[in-house]
């Protein structure tokens, strides 16, 4: 038996839906783009001012915290870190700010940095400085430190 429909013929119609989804979940990545690095110097008899930079980003209106622990020198903190080479040291800082003012530490709602994500890479600068100090013997003085993102 063939079925008329508005002066068609048609078979049998069965029909069904489809329900699109995804779930959006809240998620951060993080690179580093530039690197503290202050250079050559003789003495360290002035200070030495440099940045650097990390890019984040986190899935849009998500808040975050970006920290930055002491760095693997034993004798390094959070508000004084260390550069090493051997038994050697040279003390530097890494603030928030350009006028270096607001340490850059690793306590949620401390010394962190706190955004509000939007969804794209957000650049953040940081900002070191290698105070005034007497000059260890000469070579390569490094330290890493790791940076955090809380969401």
Known sequence: MVTMLNGSALGAIATSVITPMITVISTCEIETTRNLNFNSRGFLDTKRDRFGA?????????????????????GGTTSVRQMTQGAETINYMVYQDQPRTTNWGNTVGTDTKSVTANGVWQNHRFYGRIPVQPTPSPGLYTDTVTVTVTY
Do not use: F, W
Not at 55 to 72: E, H, K, Q, S, W
């Open 54 to 74: 990390v890019r984040v980003r986190c899935t849009n209106g998500l808040p975050y915290d970006i920290g930055m622990d002491a760095g693997l020198s034993p």
